[in-house]
């Protein structure tokens, strides 16, 4: 705790809401919409266009993944580790 770790990133994971479990992988393109809602957006121009540019260096370096998760169901978890740890998505 209370240290400046630094650690590869490799996936980065959209949730929803959903009725049944399941996950799947998506484009940086389909990502890009939700990731640009929830990243900081500065109000100068050239603080913005550097945030983009790091965004950008997301496509190609990382998994992109939307989680359909309905966490009452106990499979919930198990539907992720599956998909990002042993490579096994639901559809």
Request: contains cysteine.
């Amino acid at each position: 705790m209370y240290t400046n770790t630094m650690v590869p990133l490799k996936s980065i994971i959209l949730m929803e809401r959903a009725e049944e479990n399941h996950i799947e992988q998506i484009s940086f393109a389909e990502a890009f919409p939700s990731l640009l809602q929830q990243v900081y957006r500065p109000e100068d121009e050239d603080k913005m266009r550097k945030t983009l540019r790091l965004m950008q260096r997301l496509n190609g370096s990382v998994s992109f993944w939307r989680f359909h998760c309905n966490n009452f169901k106990p499979d919930c978890f198990d539907v992720a580790y599956n998909a990002l740890v042993k490579g096994q998505p639901s559809a």
